[in-house]
T-cell receptor, first 112, second 117 residues
Framework: NAGVTQTPKFRVLKTGQSMTLLCAQD?????MYWYRQDPGMGLRLIHY???????AKGEVPDGYNVSRLKKQNFLLGLESAAPSQTSVYFC???????????FGPGTRLTVT | GNSVTQMEGPVTLSEEAFLTINCTYT??????LFWYVQYPGEGLQLLLK?????DKGSNKGFEATYRKETTSFHLEKGSVQVSDSAVYFC????????????????FGQGTILTVHP
């Protein structure tokens, strides 16, 4: 039982390049979330999903897109990376009623 | 809106010292409160939670009491260990009557704790 996994663990991009971060969960949770973590700012919600085929904007959605084609996967895309998107990205999965979230190990992204 | 404010760190303690990390919140609706811990190089893990006023959450020697009158959820531990060195996040989730909060959490900025032998 792996919980929440993220791919890749590290990535360096040049400005303007695109990439997709993959999040997978094996807990059968309905809710999934993408956060970014920056020093001194805690975690900020980028996008979230309340079920297969649904997505919604969080606090800082600009420059990112997401898709949830399968219940167990939640993809985060950067179409044209910018240095301001240098951050650590965390995916989480959440239970419908318990308000507890289970986090992946994170992806450290650097945009030069 | 909803917000969480944590005491500024970093916090540095000697082993067996008493720990308090302050957390206060503002919220609309009926918040549940959480403490998450992030060990170096890892994702966040739920440490403890409280879902209504006066509830006390506890785990691994850590405790926090949901104080509605002071809108606080301070984290305490009587005797810290080197292995407690981590970043601690206070968070709230709103349960509203319409059920439309979708489990979203609002996090504080995190407090770095370092415990020396």
């Amino acid at each position: 039982n792996a919980g929440v996994t993220q791919t890749p663990k590290f990535r360096v991009l040049k400005t303007g390049q695109s990439m997709t971060l993959l999040c997978a969960q094996d807990m059968n949770h309905e809710y999934m979330y993408w956060y970014r973590q920056d020093p001194g700012m805690g975690l900020r919600l980028i996008h979230y999903s309340v079920g297969e085929g649904t997505t919604a904007k969080g606090e800082v959605p600009d420059g990112y897109n997401v898709s949830r084609l399968k219940k167990q996967n939640f993809l985060l895309g950067l179409e044209s990376a910018a240095p301001s998107q240098t951050s650590v990205y965390f995916c989480a999965a959440g239970h419908l009623t318990l308000y507890e979230q289970y986090f992946g190990p994170g992806t450290r992204l650097t945009v030069t | 809106g909803n917000s969480v404010t944590q005491m500024e760190g970093p916090v540095t303690l000697s082993e067996e010292a008493f720990l308090t990390i302050n957390c206060t919140y503002t919220a609309t609706g009926y918040p549940s409160l959480f403490w998450y811990v992030q060990y170096p190089g890892e994702g966040l893990q739920l440490l403890l939670k409280a879902t209504k006023a006066d509830d006390k959450g506890s785990n691994k020697g850590f405790e926090a009491t949901y104080r509605k009158e002071t809108t606080s959820f301070h984290l305490e531990k009587g005797s810290v260990q080197v292995s407690d060195s981590a970043v601690y996040f206070c968070a709230l989730g709103i349960t509203n009557a319409g059920g439309t909060s979708y489990g979203k959490l609002t996090f504080g900025q995190g407090t770095i704790l370092t415990v020396h032998p």
